[in-house]
């Protein structure tokens, strides 16, 4: 079977880029850094668009090598032109990870997972294999 690459392009500073699906891996080992960023934000509400522009300068105001390194990181774009990009063009490449990353199936897969983790009888179940227990 022939693995088909997911390439999202996204032009920046006149030159393409191919944004590629992020391997697992290499997500693992990024979490360190995003969990830095989230801790900085603290309280922020992602769901409300009014503050999402304040809330990006927020965040680079309060974790711009956090951010960089993340973004360079996740889009293999080099971290000397990631460092450089103008807000629109940092904006389309963050946009071209998430959308190469399906970024949407994502948020409803783990959704799916957690509330069939808050359901009584899997937390039971759970509960059990931990322990040991058949009861």
Do not use: C
Request: aromatic residues 6%.
């Amino acid at each position: 079977m022939e693995y088909i690459e997911k390439i999202e392009k996204v032009t920046l500073r006149g030159i393409e880029y191919e944004i590629k699906e992020v391997p697992l891996k290499v997500l693992v080992k990024t979490l360190g850094l995003f969990q830095d960023i989230l801790g900085k934000l603290g309280g922020a509400d992602f769901q409300d668009k009014s503050k999402n522009v304040k809330l990006l300068m927020d965040l680079l105001a309060s974790s711009a090598d956090e951010v960089f390194t993340f973004v360079s990181i996740t889009s293999l774009v080099p971290m000397e032109v990631v460092e450089v990009l103008g807000l629109v063009d940092m904006i389309a490449l963050i946009k071209a990870v998430l959308k190469v990353n399906d970024i949407s199936s994502i948020k409803k897969e783990v959704g799916e997972l957690i509330k069939m983790y808050q359901k009584p009888e899997v937390a039971v179940e759970i509960q059990k294999e931990g322990t040991g227990s058949t009861e």
